[in-house]
């Protein structure tokens, strides 16, 4: 991981009413490889997987309360699905938005607040559980509205973060789709088969952490996230609060997309004391150039949790999580239901009121 920070230090010798900075972070349309030999599989070939396209998710962190990610609960537990992790996210923003600014720091909503019925996640109950995010929950608790629920944390406004990354594809038109059971059995699936372009696995979205080539930016965690580089300030600095944002508490924060690979960083700060400076962008940003043994783990979990998992089969090769990058992403956004008879994939989460989602 390489950390990137592009912030700005203003200081004046007299009181300051406000002060705003604006900063430009882009990426090119295309990824581009400048030097070395680039993106490879296993095999040391050129990696089918990977497309050039560079796109954008933004996301909105899952907080305690929704029963996600509880901070009680081992790593072994955490199902790194995108309706388990996120409260809501938005791919091709630019595409759905335009040029909207979004409120993503707010200090016009001081308390924190919830609502229901904007969305309905579908999430994976976890490993040895009937509820999720927690292996001690008795039965029968899964359905009690949490899956409707959305919790937003002092100043927290419409994202959390926005990945800037290469989309990803599975490298067939068409597949033969099988049920990984337990134990490793694999049970054929009678017409399913798998249309890489209606099934949308031609742009397959890395996330919620990405294998390579991302360029990410986080102004706020969960506060299910205890490390003290997930946590936000307090009226004495920053790495001191989980779940805060990661700016002072005189800043805001608005976002606009430029693209769908562009961004502008648009920071205001109030009441600047003479001769005290302000820092806009204090938590910098990263590129993930690789990813760790957790992650490695997280790609055995799809394997071994509660919502079937799934591999993709045709006269070359058989693409699963822990082989394929985009077999594993694209289950993370999508599983399997029926319809009239007809297996179709289903987003794991179901945005009914967006608006509603970014203004609360």
Avoid at 270 to 280: I, L, Q, R, S
Avoid at 326 to 344: E, P
Wanted: charged share 25%; net charge neutral.
């Amino acid at each position: 991981m390489a950390r990137l920070y592009p912030s700005l230090f203003v200081k004046c010798h007299a009181p300051l009413n406000r002060v705003e900075a604006v900063l430009h972070l882009d990426r090119p349309s295309e990824t581009a490889v400048l030097d070395g030999p680039g993106c490879h599989d296993a095999h040391g070939h050129p990696d089918p997987e990977m497309k050039p396209k560079i796109g954008s998710i933004l996301c909105t962190d899952a907080n305690a309360g929704m029963e996600v990610m509880s901070g009680v609960v081992p790593v072994d537990y955490i199902q790194p699905y995108w309706s388990n992790l996120f409260a809501y996210y938005l791919t091709e923003g630019y595409e759905k938005l335009g040029a909207t600014l979004l409120n993503v720091v707010r200090n016009d909503r001081p308390k924190a607040r919830e609502k229901v019925d904007l969305l309905r996640r579908h999430p994976v109950v976890t490993k040895g559980s009937n509820r999720v995010g927690d292996p001690t929950a008795p039965a029968g608790e899964e359905e009690d509205g949490r899956a409707r629920l959305v919790i937003k944390a002092p100043r927290q406004g419409a994202f959390d973060n926005i990945h800037i990354a290469p989309r990803m594809r599975l490298p067939f038109e068409k597949a033969l789709v099988e049920e990984i059971g337990s134990p490793n059995l694999l049970i054929p699936l009678t017409g399913r088969v798998a249309d890489a372009a209606k099934w949308k696995m031609d742009d397959v979205v890395m996330a919620p952490f990405c294998a390579h080539d991302c360029f990410h930016l986080h102004w706020r965690w969960s506060d299910c996230a205890s490390d003290p580089w997930a946590c936000g300030w307090s009226s004495l600095g920053p790495y001191s609060v989980p779940g805060a944002c990661m700016i002072p508490h005189n800043q805001t924060l608005d976002l606009r997309m430029r693209s769908d690979h562009q961004i502008a960083y648009i920071a205001k700060a109030t009441n600047v004391p003479a001769n005290k400076g302000v820092t806009f962008c204090h938590h910098g940003t990263a590129y993930a150039l690789m990813v760790g043994k957790q992650v490695e783990g997280a790609r055995a979990s799809v394997l071994i949790g509660h919502s079937p998992s799934l591999q993709f089969r045709d006269d070359k090769k058989v693409w699963r999580a822990t082989n394929s990058w985009a077999a594993f992403y694209w289950q993370l956004r999508y599983d399997l239901r029926a319809r009239d008879f007809v297996y179709q994939p289903r987003e794991r989460l179901d945005i009914y009121d967006l608006s509603g989602l970014l203004g609360m």
